[in-house]
């Protein structure tokens, strides 16, 4: 359990990171190489959400999210709990 919290936190902060660095560059999508470099594990999340509007699964870390938005899954939408 200490290993998958740590995975969760590790992933979350990868996402902070991402996520201020888009902000900066007026940027909403992230490819999957830059999450792979930041550390970031797809396979562990804390909750899946179903967005509302496309049906498409959004896959959470904590406070950040990401969801596919192409066929290939190399591009993410990133989102951010309010």
Do not use: C, P
Not at 2 to 27: C, G, M, R, Y
């Amino acid at each position: 359990m200490i290993a998958f919290t740590n995975k969760i936190l590790k992933n979350h902060a990868a996402l902070k990171k991402i996520s201020e660095s888009l902000k900066l560059n007026k940027q909403t999508l992230v490819n999957i190489d830059l999450l792979h470099y930041e550390g970031f594990d797809s396979g562990i999340y804390s909750e899946v959400t179903i967005n509302e509007t496309n049906g498409k699964k959004v896959y959470w870390s904590l406070g950040f999210a990401i969801e596919g938005v192409d066929e290939s899954k190399n591009t993410f939408k990133l989102y951010k709990r309010k």
